[in-house]
């Protein structure tokens, strides 16, 4: 099993910047993909994005492509998400999962492990 743990979270404004961290710890080897996911009140999990160990190839969501950026550092198992010109839609708990078969993968249920969560707002 593989435990994760987010931090960074917070509130900001429009058009402000955050950087989101999770660290892996315990059977780090058996993974291979990191992603981050988010889920708004009343709203299912979303897939935002996601990262290869191995290359470092990423995948995003329409929604935070060209605002977001994931990154990775192997020698810490942490996962970053940089995210840039905030929206008040991209208010959500932010939560990043691990995943350990080969290949990029948008469906929640893909992943095997999930952090605790952390919290986004953004107001206008």
């Known amino acids: 099993q593989v435990q994760l743990v987010e931090s960074g979270g917070g509130l900001v404004q429009a058009g402000g910047s955050l950087r989101l961290s999770c660290t892996a710890s315990?059977?780090?080897?058996?993974?291979?993909?990191m992603g981050w996911f988010r889920q708004a009140p009343g709203k299912e999990r979303e897939f935002a994005a996601a990262i290869t160990r191995s290359r470092g190839s990423t995948s995003y969501a329409d929604s935070v492509k060209g605002r977001f950026a994931i990154t990775a550092d192997n020698a810490k198992n942490t996962v970053y998400l940089q995210m840039n010109s905030l929206k008040p839609e991209d208010t959500a708990v932010y939560y990043c999962a691990a995943r350990a078969p080969y290949g990029i993968m948008w469906s929640a249920q893909a992943y095997n492990d999930w952090g605790q969560g952390t919290q986004v707002t953004v107001s206008s």
């Open positions: 315990g059977r780090t080897y058996s993974v291979n993909v």
